[in-house]
């Protein structure tokens, strides 16, 4: 079976909106793009979601981003974060 991987474009908006919060620059932040994943000649498709992996050197927090989604959705859980929530989660790693 033959399979399509199509890379997707990170979303600027996303990366802007992150690199904006106070203090983030002190962390590592690493920024995964999705993919599009076709199973040619069948109906089927996976999208695999952007990451946006923030790490220090005891802890990591990654949130998924969908395309055509403008929410930030935290890995374990996948529940909707938002950026307040994400900026005290960044304070408590500083």
């Known amino acids: 079976m033959k399979i399509t991987?199509?890379?997707?474009?990170?979303?600027l908006c996303v990366k802007e909106k992150l690199m904006k919060i106070p203090k983030i620059s002190k962390l590592h932040i690493e920024f995964v793009n999705g993919k599009n994943i076709h199973f040619d000649k069948t109906n089927l498709s996976i999208n695999e979601p952007?990451?946006?992996?923030?790490?220090?050197?005891s802890?990591?927090?990654?949130l998924l981003s969908y395309p055509n989604d403008n929410n930030l959705y935290l890995k374990d859980s996948l529940e909707i974060i938002t950026l307040e929530s994400?900026?005290?989660?960044?304070?408590?790693m500083l």
């Open 5 to 11: 991987i199509e890379p997707l474009e990170f979303p």
């Open 50 to 57: 952007h990451k946006v992996i923030i790490s220090n050197d």
């Open 86 to 92: 994400i900026k005290f989660l960044i304070l408590k």
């Open 59 to 62: 802890s990591c927090i990654i």
